[in-house]
Every structure is written in C-alpha cells, then in structure tokens.
C-alpha cells in the first residue's frame, strides 16, 4: 500500500521541472476508488449536512442513544456477575469470580475481531438489509441482535430454579448468554464512535469534537445509572425469593432494545463508508 501524507499539496523538482502533487495523487488506486464511491453513495446526504455544517448531524441523534443503551447494559449485568453466579447456579465464590473475569476479557477481546471484520468486510455499513436501506449499518445492527439475545437469555435464565437444577449443565447455560453477550459488544464496541465520526464532513472538524464529547457523556451516565439502579433491583423479592436478578436484568433489557430500535430507525440518515477490503 502506498504511504499516504497529511498534507493537502506539495511540489518536487524533476530537473527542470516542478510538480505539483495532491494527497489524491499519495492514494492507491483502490483507495481512490473507495473515496468516489463514498462521495457518490453519499452525494445527497452531503449536501444537506453542508447547507448547515454547523449543526449535528441528524444521524448523530440516533447513535448516541445507541451507545447509551449498550453502556447501561453492560454496567447493567458485568459488576452483578459473582452474586449472580453464585445465586443462580451455586457456584463458589473462586468459582463465580472466574467466570465473571472470564466474561469480562472476552467483552474486551471480541471487539478486536468485530472492528477486523467491520473495516475489512462488513463495513459500518454495509449494503445488505436493503429493505431498509440501500446501505445499512449492517455490522452494528447484527451484532446488536446478538447482543439483545443474550440480554433476553440471561434475563430468562436468572428466573430461579429454571436451570439451577442442572448441575453441571447449569454453569455452561448461565455463562452462554454472557458469552453471546461478549461477542454481541464486539460489533458494538469498535463500530458505534466510529460511525458516529463518518457523519462528519472534513470540514466539520469542531462539529466532530463536540460530538465525541457528548457522545462519552452518554457512556459515562450510561454507565453511572445503572450501577445505581440495577443493585438495587437486585434486592426487591421476586418468584419467592429474596433476590429478584431477573427483574434487574430485564430493565437493561428494555433500554437496549429500545436504543436499539431507535438506531433502526435513523438508517435513512447514515452516510455510508466502505470497508477498505
């Protein structure tokens, strides 16, 4: 791959003669060509964000909720695994501390390998759902399914004595929802702020600042709500019992799929950019 040069045009000297050369011409030809279809695929979203390059894009109001949702998720479920384990499927404490470690590194391996195959593959959009659009953020929303079906799961699965009778079946049962949960986040996780900085134009560049503010904002009190609300979900009586994690896991639940549904809907005002292949 040719070297690329942040610079917009520079001169060299070839005896007697003086070249001019822009940062188009430091691009490979399929770099080139990707360029071309992003201004193509794009051309009439472009043009409306430039007749006001000074306001959020639309889109930016449909991603940030997204992420919002996603953190009030995760913080939802991942400072409540040991309890959780040790209730549901009477692991001992060495035990529940593995499996919630282990939830926790594979939460932050699998968005290694959504980003490869966000930016190789996929793309952050990718023409595929074309009954919604012609490009739709296909990497996101897969991996948000994934994602809501693992919440779904571990909500159902935290309903005392469904699997807690299993014995050792039950351990596998109680960690697989985390585990589609973990790689769920590694569409997620790479792909959201990244999507949300494709709305930007390069001419937006303080516009993109101020988004990436906000949008961290809405991580940390994603975050922050959660771990105040769900912990004390989990100690209201439910099904007989003294605990109810089924009820505190089903609020993230609800937020997510909400969020999630409010990402679908902004698919009309997503600029498109290709993977790189």
């Known amino acids: 791959m040719a070297e690329k040069r942040d610079i917009d045009a520079t001169q060299i000297s070839l005896g007697d003669e ?7 011409d430091l691009l490979t030809d399929h770099e080139r060509e990707l360029l071309e279809l992003e201004a193509r695929l794009n051309a009439e979203l472009d043009a409306k964000i430039m007749a006001n390059p000074n306001k959020m894009p639309k889109a930016c109001y449909f991603i940030l909720p997204n992420e919002f949702g996603e953190r009030f998720c995760y913080y939802g479920v ?34 290694l390998v959504g980003a490869a195959l966000s930016d190789s593959f996929l793309g952050k959009c990718y023409a595929f759902l074309v009954y919604l659009h012609p490009c ?57 702020s990244s999507h949300g900085g494709d709305q930007y134009l390069p001419a937006q560049e303080a516009g993109k600042d101020f988004f990436f503010n906000i949008f961290y904002v809405s991580i940390n009190v994603g975050a922050l709500l959660t771990q105040f609300i769900v912990p004390k979900l989990t100690e209201l009586p439910c099904y ?12 993230p639940t609800i937020i997510f799929a909400l969020a999630f549904a409010i990402f679908i809907a902004g698919h009309k005002f997503y600029r498109i950019v290709p993977p790189l292949g």
């Open 18 to 24: 003086k070249h001019e050369i822009t940062a188009m």
């Open 78 to 111: 991942q400072p409540n695994l040991n309890k959780y384990f040790q209730l549901i499927t009477g692991m001992t404490k060495a035990d529940a501390k593995v499996y919630s470690t282990a939830f926790t590194m594979l939460a932050y391996f699998f968005p």
């Open 136 to 192: 739709s953020p296909w990497t996101i929303i897969s991996f948000s399914v994934v994602y809501l079906i693992g919440m779904i799961l571990v909500t159902l699965f935290a309903i005392p004595n469904l699997i807690g009778t299993l014995g050792h079946v039950s351990k596998f049962l109680t960690f697989l929802p985390m585990l589609i949960i973990a790689i769920g986040t590694g569409g997620i996780k790479p792909c959201v």
């Open 240 to 251: 007989g019992q003294d605990t109810c994690y089924s009820g505190a896991f089903l609020l």
